[in-house]
């Protein structure tokens, strides 16, 4: 296995180990959600990646080309990055909200208050 | 013809009725569209349900785009049973929904409410119907999003980060579960589940298929909350205004081991799959993990809701059981148990709502008294209570009497003891609800005490009801949920016997 064969994949996996840990490891909430969307851009990276075949063109067809790149995963991410923006934009509209119940966005603040609650 | 169009109908007409509610910007004109659709939404999943029943699996082609390219809808008896679940609990919840939510969520933002309700609606009727497993992830999205926002907009502020914390916990999920698709459509070059199913057995040692079961898997675990993946739900429910709680713990949960069933059996070959891979063993374990761990905790709670959504994650455990045994019994329990835990389980947080509608708290001593008080909220409570436990003639008497017969089965004697100690812890938790609403006395300074409205009354009156004919006649039901485990069984065994009258 050469070296840049599985660059982009090897990316892929670090990216979402980053954003995988942001989310587990930070008490802000905000730095939460922003891990949460590096997680899910990996995935992103991973689907384009798989669709590529050396030496492919565009998907248009034309009598010059006959090997062309998988067009499908381009699509579906189109599909997961529309999710994505939702999934974010919702996720930063709750912490507004959640700032405005409780004065903070950090975690450990949050459960403290909450313990005190019936 | 109208009827063969039937499917996309399912689908198209909550979703554009959603956009519809959101212009309308009145609440009772939206409680209105949105009852409607509901009802028509069921009508539409009970005809397709008679259609399979009588013809077989029904395929449609999205778009006229010929499967493996475009996306099919797939309605075999599985998905034609969790559709009218789905469409049915809708109806139900609806009547009670327009005062419930009147009460529980600020006048501007209700006919909001009624918007997300569809599109969650929407959802998860779509992951039931469809057949392409990029498209589920998709209508996965759709409810979970949805239900983040309608969890939201409950009275406390710990219902935001119940909402927050979920949406974190279900983006993973559903992030696992996208890599996971990913890997499969990597290594077979298809979404369609059929011609997954056709190609996966080929390749089924590989190691980035290995990967891929491990992602979907723990993607869908966290979905459904199964143990020890489930601390999004018990505050998620407890805090999301009531119509919200009976709504998803009556389908979102379920719909999502739909899916465990759907990859497992249906794109993965069941038993085929079992035998080289102990996932059977694994989820048998888990299975018992959450019937016991979370009934022991809801013991503890004070909050009933709280109590009730932990008594849901371990009731999830008996559907997880079931799915784990493998055999037509145990599978065909867990199936069966999708339908009557969502009865007694929306029977129950239907009778919770109406106790908050009169008496605005439910903290076990708030129900002190009420066995006299509301003796009608309180009998369905009862119905309910012993359908949890499984007394004989409730509904959960008929989940436990075909998972026992399946562990049986597999000389499974664990999974036999753990679902009678479940059971019995079922009672603990239940009797402390019983116990106070009739052999405690009202507190003080608690004035008159009325039943419910009738609208809130009458459909939690319908599921306890329910709760009691299907657990005295569960042929019907019984009959469906054996028919889909032997299917889903069946089907991949099936097949080597037809290739190789093929080969020479």
Redesign the interface.
């Known amino acids: 296995m050469e070296f840049p064969g599985v660059f982009n994949y090897w990316i892929a996996i670090i990216l979402m180990m980053i954003g995988?840990y942001v989310?587990i490891a930070q008490g802000n909430?905000v730095k939460?959600i922003f891990g949460?969307n590096v997680?899910?851009v990996s995935?992103f990276l991973?689907?384009i990646s798989?669709s590529k075949v050396d030496g492919g063109a565009a998907p248009i067809l034309d009598d010059r080309y006959q090997v062309y790149t998988n067009p499908l995963?381009h699509v579906?991410i189109l599909?997961?990055i529309v999710?994505g923006v939702?999934?974010m934009s919702?996720?930063l509209a709750?912490?507004v909200?959640?700032r405005d119940?409780?004065g903070t966005i950090e975690e450990e603040e949050?459960e403290r208050q909450?313990a005190d609650?019936? | 013809m109208i009827s063969s169009h039937l499917p996309v109908l399912q689908i198209v007409i909550p979703l554009m009725a959603a956009p519809v509610c959101l212009i309308l910007r009145h609440a009772v004109a939206a409680w209105l569209l949105a009852t409607a659709v509901t009802v028509v939404t069921f009508l539409i999943s009970l005809s397709l349900l008679g259609q399979v029943l009588q013809d077989g699996t029904i395929t449609y082609d999205l778009g006229n785009w010929p499967p493996p390219w475009g996306i099919e809808y797939v309605i075999d008896r599985l998905s034609a049973f969790i559709l009218v679940i789905v469409a049915g609990m809708g109806t139900l919840v609806m009547p009670f929904a327009r005062q419930s939510v009147e009460q529980e969520v600020p006048e501007e933002r209700i006919y909001l409410f009624y918007v997300m309700y569809l599109l969650c609606l929407t959802g998860l009727l779509g992951i039931a119907i469809t057949g392409d497993a990029f498209n589920l992830f998709v209508f996965l999205e759709i409810s979970s999003l949805s239900s983040y926002v309608l969890i939201s907009l409950g009275r406390d502020k710990r219902a935001l980060t119940g909402a927050f914390n979920y949406l974190i916990m279900g983006t993973i999920g559903a992030t696992f579960y996208v890599i996971g698709v990913g890997a499969l459509y990597m290594m077979t070059g298809t979404l369609n589940m059929a011609d997954l199913a056709a190609r996966l057995p080929a390749i089924l040692h590989l190691k980035v298929i290995e990967a891929a079961l491990a992602f979907l898997l723990v993607g869908i675990s966290l979905k459904l909350a199964l143990f020890p993946l489930h601390f999004w739900l018990p505050n998620a429910y407890a805090f999301a205004p009531t119509t919200v709680t009976i709504f998803l713990a009556a389908t979102a949960t379920k719909v999502s081991v739909y899916v465990m069933i759907r990859i497992l059996y249906t794109v993965f070959g069941g038993q085929a799959l079992f035998e080289s891979f102990a996932i059977d063993e694994a989820l048998v374990a888990l299975g018992m993990l959450s019937m016991v761990a979370a009934a022991l905790v809801a013991i503890f709670q004070d909050n009933v809701k709280r109590l009730l959504a932990y008594s849901s994650l371990s009731q999830i455990g008996y559907m997880i059981l079931g799915i784990g045994l493998g055999n037509a019994a145990g599978l065909a329990g867990g199936i069966i148990h999708i339908f009557n835990h969502a009865m007694a389980k929306a029977a129950l947080f239907m009778a919770i709502g109406c106790v908050i509608t009169r008496v605005g708290a439910v903290t076990v001593s708030d129900l002190a008294g009420l066995g006299r008080q509301m003796p009608v909220t309180m009998a369905a409570l009862l119905i309910g209570a012993l359908s949890l436990i499984g007394i004989p003639t409730t509904v959960g008497f008929v989940t436990k009497w075909y998972l026992i017969e399946g562990a049986f089965e597999n000389g499974n004697w664990p999974a036999v003891a753990t679902i009678l100690i479940s059971g019995i812890l079922a009672i603990i938790y239940s009797w402390r609800i019983i116990e106070a609403a009739y052999f405690q006395d009202p507190p003080e300074g608690r004035g008159e005490v009325r039943e419910a409205p009738i609208a809130m009354q009458a459909p939690m009156l319908l599921l306890a009801a329910a709760c009691i004919v299907f657990g005295v006649s569960a042929t019907w039901t019984m009959d469906i949920a054996l028919s889909a485990a032997e299917a889903l069984i069946g089907a991949p065994a099936a097949a080597p016997i037809e290739t190789s009258g093929v080969q020479p």
């Open positions: 995988f989310v909430l939460k949460l997680f899910q995935v991973l689907y798989m995963p579906l599909t997961a999710v939702a999934t919702l996720g709750l912490i909200r959640i119940a409780y949050i909450e609650m019936p």
